[in-house]
């Protein structure tokens, strides 16, 4: 069966950086995109950007540009997402979420589970 | 950018109400890039309907979209206890992007 397996809990300082990472397991990797999605807490979701697993392509928010990378691991079928210069708004929980076709534009049919990031002083 | 706005913000209903949720465009968007996901505290979203009105793997018949333009909406047709939740259009284009959500709780 098809899973997404996220990092744990991160608490960080601001200015810190993160990586926090994304293993698959139960389809080929290459043949879908990871997204990436955030919601700080009691709030809506938000799209990061996505990853082409097979060449590695990006594409991010605008809002985003800068300050996160998306990179990819496919001989362990885990995709990454780095946050940079982390801010208090930076808190907010991080889902990576399939692709459900090998398009930047289609929806997203399995996510990880979440990984709770914390940046305080 | 395609702003989703969805109402109301917060539904209260019982358990075997139909409940109707509405998800607006401020650009016209094609119906296949439209899809909605349900989320209860402490979960990831689970994908419910795609395509405007397609359901997902598993999603019971009890939930139905319809659709096209700008207009969209999510209807379950009678609510179980498990259906109580926030509820999420999603606009899949070029730049991805989600609606503010509307909470179904029980009154």
């Known amino acids: 069966q098809v899973q997404l397996v996220q990092s744990g809990a991160d608490v960080k300082k601001p200015g810190d950086s993160l990586k926090v990472s994304c293993k698959t397991s139960?389809?080929?990797?290459?043949?879908?995109?990871i997204h990436w999605v955030r919601q700080a807490p009691g709030q809506g979701l938000e799209w990061l950007g996505w990853?082409?697993?097979?060449?590695?392509?990006?594409s991010y928010a605008q809002k985003f540009q800068g300050t996160i990378t998306m990179t990819r691991d496919t001989s362990i079928n885990t995709a990454y997402l780095e946050l940079s210069s982390l801010q208090s708004d930076d808190s907010a929980m991080y889902f990576c979420?399939?692709?459900?076709?090998?398009?930047?534009?289609?929806?997203?049919?399995?996510w990880g589970q979440g990984t709770l990031v914390t940046v305080s002083s | 950018e395609n702003v989703l706005t969805q109402s109301p913000g917060t539904l209260s209903l019982s358990p075997g109400d139909r409940a109707t949720l509405s998800c607006r465009a401020s650009?016209?968007?094609?119906?296949?890039?439209l899809a909605w996901y349900q989320q209860k505290p402490g979960q990831a979203p689970r994908l419910l309907l795609y395509?405007?009105?397609s359901r997902a793997t598993g999603i019971p018949d009890r939930f139905s979209g319809t659709g096209s333009g700008t207009e969209f909406t999510l209807t379950i047709s009678r609510l179980e206890p498990e259906d109580f939740a926030v509820y999420y259009c999603?606009?899949?284009?070029?730049?991805?992007?989600f609606g503010g959500g509307t909470k179904v709780e029980i009154k």
């Open positions: 979420a399939r692709g459900a076709y090998n398009s930047g534009k289609t929806h997203f049919d399995f």
């Open positions: 139960g389809y080929t990797f290459s043949d879908f995109y």
């Open positions: 990853i082409k697993p097979n060449g590695g392509g990006t």
């Open positions: 650009q016209s968007l094609s119906s296949s890039y």
């Open positions: 395509a405007s009105s």
């Open positions: 999603q606009q899949y284009g070029a730049s991805p992007r």
